[in-house]
Nanobody, 115 residues
Framework: QVQLVESGGGLVQAGGSLRLSCAASGSIFSSSTMGWYRQAPGKQRELVALITSGGYTNYADSVKGRFTVSRDNAKNTVNLEMNSLKPEDTAVYYC?????????WGQGTQVTVST
């Protein structure tokens, strides 16, 4: 069983920065693809960024150039550095782990960007 625990959310002014972290339990982290998703009120959950076990990254067009995903396999953590935040980035951000048929989600952390 894998548990994912996000941290680092909060309230920030537009143009500011936040760093989200996700700590994973279990032994499959290093061989898993890790993702960050977000869900704004009234909207579907969407992929923000992902990083594979080999370090390949992919980003939603809306965050390219502003967000950076990274992972530390020694610490079983994945991070999301968010810069130049916009009000439209306001959402609950979820950490996600995928390995073969296994999919796990964290409980989410709120990010609110004020004008």
């Amino acid at each position: 069983q894998v548990q994912l625990v996000e941290s680092g959310g909060g309230l920030v002014q537009a143009g500011g920065s936040l760093r989200l972290s996700c700590a994973a339990s279990g032994s499959i982290f290093s061989s898993s693809t890790m993702g960050w998703y977000r869900q704004a009120p009234g909207k579907q959950r969407e992929l923000v960024a992902l990083i594979t076990s080999g370090g390949y990254t992919n980003y939603a067009d809306s965050v390219k150039g502003r967000f950076t995903v990274s992972r530390d396999n020694a610490k079983n953590t994945v991070n999301l550095e968010m810069n130049s935040l916009k009000p439209e980035d306001t959402a609950v951000y979820y950490c996600n782990l995928v390995r073969m048929e296994y999919v796990y989600w964290g409980q989410g952390t709120q990010v609110t960007v004020s004008t």
